[in-house]
């Protein structure tokens, strides 16, 4: 069965970086993988698409610029490099794959997403 499996979150202080990787076995059926996050009282929100088909990568407003996601040669393994820290950046991480391609401007709807992560927490202090 499908299973994706987040690492690399820790603690950072504000200007620093940090990788985070989302490891996926089970299945090499899928269009999409996306980084989503989600802090403590808000709505869960896309942070970056990696678009299997032809290659392209989608960011949140939030993050341009600064996070780039990225994948293995096997593509068993999808990273997200995430420089210039900002305390507003403090989540919990998810990783999500989709089985389909919705269009460009459906990427960061988590309810396309078919399988996800538990998370990998995120802090950064100033």
């Known amino acids: 069965q499908v299973q994706l499996v987040e690492s690399g979150g820790g603690w950072v202080q504000a200007g620093g970086s940090l990788r985070v990787s989302c490891a996926v076995s089970?299945?090499?059926?899928?269009?999409?993988v996306a980084w989503f996050r989600q802090a403590p009282g808000k709505e869960r929100e896309g942070v970056s698409c990696?678009?299997?088909?032809?290659?392209?990568?989608f960011y949140g407003d939030s993050v341009k610029g600064r996070f780039t996601i990225s994948r293995d040669t096997s593509r068993n393994t999808v990273y997200l490099q995430m420089n210039s820290l900002k305390p507003e950046d403090t989540a919990i991480y998810y990783c999500?794959?989709?089985?389909?391609?919705?269009?460009?401007?459906?990427?960061?709807?988590?309810?396309?997403?078919?399988?996800w992560g538990q998370g990998t927490q995120v802090t950064v202090s100033s």
């Open positions: 999500a794959i989709s089985h389909n391609w919705y269009g460009d401007s459906s990427w960061h709807r988590p309810l396309l997403y078919d399988y």
């Open positions: 089970g299945s090499t059926l899928y269009y999409a």
């Open positions: 990696f678009s299997l088909g032809d290659g392209r990568t």
